[in-house]
């Protein structure tokens, strides 16, 4: 026999039958297509559940989240201060103790506005409520920004975290008054 005619003699030997294939091959068919059924069943048993303790976390944001929009006066006190200033080129900050209260009243997030009374008699505030942070925002026709943030989170039940920034500078520092950068850090009560 020549090298062809062997060649040709062993191939039928190396396939498998033609009827076989196709069994062979239906059946991997249908169990790939069983185990991708299987795995989509899975996932969406795994993803659509939601854990208990998630779902109460969630419940318990919204309800914060609801407390501190439906609030029309907050009531804040700050506790502690951080101030920064220059020195030349350098850059420096300093942290004290503070007896900050600011109060915000007639509250409005649909229309965007509120007053607020921080001891120099009230101001026009402009109020933007995002994903949990409720922001106060004043500008001041001499030029310093006020931005007071409250978070959907409590400190204790029924008091909120918060924090004051104001962006000012005055070249004489006079006492009680603010003439460098601050932020501060506190708590704010909801009302009405």
Not at 46 to 61: C, F, I, M
Not at 91 to 119: H, M, N, Q, R, Y
Request: aromatic share 6%; with cysteine; glycine share 8%.
């Amino acid at each position: 026999m020549t090298g062809t005619a062997c060649l040709a003699l062993r191939l039928p030997l190396l396939r498998a039958p033609p009827v076989a294939t196709a069994a062979v091959l239906s059946n991997s068919r249908a169990m790939l297509r069983m185990t991708l059924l299987v795995l989509a069943a899975v996932s969406l048993l795994v993803l659509g559940r939601t854990p208990p303790a998630d779902a109460q976390a969630r419940a318990q944001k919204s309800a914060l989240e609801k407390k501190l929009l439906g609030a029309k006066v907050l009531k804040c006190k700050f506790s502690t201060v951080s101030t920064g200033d220059w020195e030349g080129d350098k850059t420096k900050a300093s942290v004290a103790p503070s007896k900050l209260e600011i109060a915000f009243s007639s509250i409005d997030v649909d229309e965007g506005t509120a007053e607020a009374d921080g001891g120099y008699g009230n101001a026009f505030i402009v109020v933007k409520y995002a994903q949990g942070y409720l922001h106060f925002v004043q500008i001041s026709d001499a030029g310093p920004l006020y931005v007071t943030t409250v978070l959907a989170i409590e400190t204790t039940p029924g008091h909120f975290k918060a924090m004051h920034s104001r962006h000012e500078f005055t070249p004489t520092r006079m006492e009680g008054f603010t003439s460098r950068p601050e932020l501060y850090v506190g708590e704010c009560t909801p009302s009405g």
